[in-house]
């Protein structure tokens, strides 16, 4: 397991269970977790010369980089953060990825050990989750409401959605539980440790054929 190189990139709209995943698997498996929300932060700091930016402007920051450089800013990120190897740790994810050249560029860095797993959720759902976040309960809900589709009118969060059909694994989070995110998750990197050893039972038919083992195998099955 120690041997293992795995990179996540995490994509889903607002409010879509990302940080949480990402989160849980830290808790577990000890990933190392770069939030692409706080890079954009902290370049943004350091153009506005350390006045604090809010949700809009970093949006519009984040746009400005991916124009810049096709989206390689947070390729460059993460390497100046994690270092260009995995000597110290070999698990990691970044949250989130907002545009397919993001993901190219892990991708042609790091080959086979990225992994690009999006999350989904209908409108409705993603809403009400939005209003039910810490930061957002003290507003009233007309004005949480105004940030939230304030937020999803940004050009490039409009597009995330069609991440989906480049993802290693799409999971639904309004049909499962964060339990369930995580351990399909899990599952699909082979994370888990095996619950018990299965036997395989092999039938062979030794004469002419039709001797049914066709038969067999659908009642074991």
């Known amino acids: 397991m120690a041997e293992r190189k795995i990179i996540i990139l995490l994509s889903g709209e607002i409010a879509a269970g990302k940080t949480t995943l990402a989160q849980k698997l830290e808790e577990k498996f000890d ?3 770069l939030k692409s929300r706080l890079a954009i932060k902290d ?26 450089d096709d989206g390689k800013w947070v390729l460059d ?52 989750r939005f209003l039910r976040r810490e930061e957002i309960k003290y507003l009233t809900k007309s004005i949480a409401l105004e940030k939230y ?12 959605p069609t991440l989906a059909t480049d993802a290693d694994l799409t999971i639904d989070s309004e049909l499962a539980t964060e339990d369930d995110v995580f351990i399909r998750v899990s599952s699909f990197l082979k994370l888990l440790a095996p619950t018990k050893n299965e036997l395989v ?21």
Do not use: W
């Open 149 to 160: 589709y304030e937020a999803k009118q940004d050009p490039t969060e409009q597009q995330v």
């Open 43 to 68: 370049l943004a700091k350091k153009k506005l010369k350390g006045d604090d930016p809010d949700r809009r402007f970093l949006q519009q920051f984040g746009t400005s980089l991916d124009q810049k």
């Open 201 to 221: 039972d092999v039938i062979v038919g030794g004469q002419f054929g039709s001797e049914g083992k066709g038969q067999i195998a659908a009642h074991i099955a």
């Open 31 to 33: 990933f190392k977790i």
């Open 77 to 128: 990120y993460f390497q100046n953060d994690f270092g260009f190897s995995f000597e110290h740790n070999s698990f990691f994810i970044v949250d989130s990825i907002r545009i397919l050249k993001q993901i190219e560029h892990f991708r042609r860095a790091y080959s086979f050990s990225v992994y690009h797993i999006h999350l989904t959720a209908p409108a409705h759902v993603l809403q009400e």
